[in-house]
């Protein structure tokens, strides 16, 4: 059976600051740079989750996409939006929320939703320059 890639984008704001708490600050800011800054700063973060697996014969879909939008509104636009991510998400109490960190705590709360027969991954844009991809390799 073809297998097919069904794509969601979606949006989130959020606020973070990088940084090691094992390290000095001076190596906080050459490793971090402006993004160790204790005052925090936001991103206007962009989401793909990209979901294959074979189509369903009945409906002709991989994943009803309305059922798709819903879970990413909930599971991850109403988890992260507005948000420091530092100090409201416990996941990152204490991991560093870089974008590959954000990447993998998103598939994690997006696979445990989710029909253990279809792949995903997520592709998540920190700038519209910088991005990571992560599919639970
Ligand atoms: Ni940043």
Not at 2 to 18: D, E, I, M, S, Y
Not at 97 to 125: C, G, Q
Request: charge should be positive; proline fraction near 3%.
């Amino acid at each position: 059976m073809p297998k097919v890639t069904t794509h969601r984008k979606a949006h989130f704001n959020a606020a973070h600051r990088l940084y090691n708490n094992k390290w000095t600050d001076a190596k906080n800011v050459a490793v971090f740079g402006k993004c160790a800054n204790p005052n925090y700063h936001g991103h206007n973060y962009d989401l793909i989750v990209s979901v294959t697996g074979e189509i369903n014969a009945e409906t002709g879909f991989v994943i009803d996409i309305k059922i798709l939008k819903e879970l990413i509104k909930i599971e991850i636009e109403d988890y992260f939006d507005h948000k420091n991510l530092n100090k409201e998400i416990p996941e990152f109490k204490t991991l560093n929320p870089t974008a590959e960190n954000i990447s993998i705590v998103i598939w994690n709360k997006l696979r445990l939703k989710m029909n253990t027969k279809l792949d995903l991954k997520i592709t998540l844009y920190e700038t519209a320059r910088n991005f990571v991809t992560y599919s639970g390799k």
